[in-house]
């Protein structure tokens, strides 16, 4: 998937652990864990809209694309 | 679910377990009715009132014919009998939306359509040779319920699709 998470580098600078972050946000940390690790095939607006909220950051920073990923692919 | 349809999932299974055994019974007295139609003379025709000597020159072997179709049906339904448990223990699991059960009810609806076909290979052999009895006419509910199972499998085939869709989605 060249569509790269960035949830881990997000927390580190809040210094906010996963499970904070699934408490504040209300999704599971199985879920989390899998968006984190970037297992996940898609991902809801209204998970985005709910984690953007509460890292105070934007969708932006939470995801990038990586061409060359795509290339490999 | 609603509780309709959990009582009827409930009582699903042991209703499979008993037509299965039905089924098996039932293709096992047409093979000894077969069998014994070689050995015994006369038999079961004299025991049916039937008179083969003012009948067709086929009829035995026409009843015969019928007797193989019979035992070809059950064996047909044991595979849609196993089939449909598969999907009621999927059901029972809470996860029947998969490509598997598609594929299963596909086959069912392949299945049911070659039972109907052998109807009429019955109806046309007893048609054929004037056997006596009632054999029942074609209707039109066991090609609705073929048609319902194609459907019904395109829509599970679907479901699945969308199914793994959401897999994965956060």
């Known amino acids: 998937m060249a569509i790269l ?19 504040r946000v209300d999704i ?3 879920n989390l864990s899998i968006l984190k690790t970037g297992k996940a095939k898609a ?5 985005l809209e709910a984690i953007c909220a509460a890292l105070e950051c934007q969708p932006g920073d939470l995801l990038a694309f990586d061409a060359l990923q795509q290339i490999k692919e | 679910m609603n509780r309709t349809s959990a009582q009827a999932l ?3 299974r042991p209703i499979i377990a008993g037509l299965t055994v039905l089924n098996i019974f039932y293709a096992l007295s047409i093979t000894v009715l077969l069998c014994a139609s070689f050995v015994t003379e006369g038999w079961p025709w004299k025991q049916l009132g039937f008179d083969l000597a003012t009948m067709h020159a086929q009829a035995a072997n026409g ?5 193989v179709i019979g035992m070809t049906g ?3 339904v044991h595979t849609i009998l196993r089939r449909l448990r598969v999907i009621v223990d999927t059901v029972r699991a809470g996860d029947p939306f998969i490509l598997d059960n598609a594929r299963r009810l596909h086959l069912i609806a392949w299945s ?16 054929g040779m004037s056997l006596p009895g009632q054999m029942g006419g074609l209707t039109p509910a066991p090609w609705l319920a073929v048609l319902l199972l194609f459907v019904l499998s395109g829509v599970f085939t679907q479901g699945a699709r969308m199914r793994a869709d959401l897999d994965g989605t956060v």
């Open chain 1, 5 to 23: 998470i960035r949830l881990d580098e997000q927390l580190h600078a809040r210094r906010m652990t996963l499970t904070q972050l699934s408490e």
């Open chain 2, 63 to 67: 009843l015969r014919a019928i007797m």
């Open chain 2, 10 to 12: 409930s009582v699903a």
């Open chain 1, 43 to 47: 991902i809801r607006f209204s998970t």
């Open chain 2, 74 to 76: 059950a064996a047909i």
């Open chain 1, 28 to 30: 599971t940390l199985a």
């Open chain 2, 112 to 127: 049911v359509l070659g039972i109907e076909l052998l109807r009429i290979l019955v109806l046309a052999i007893a048609t």
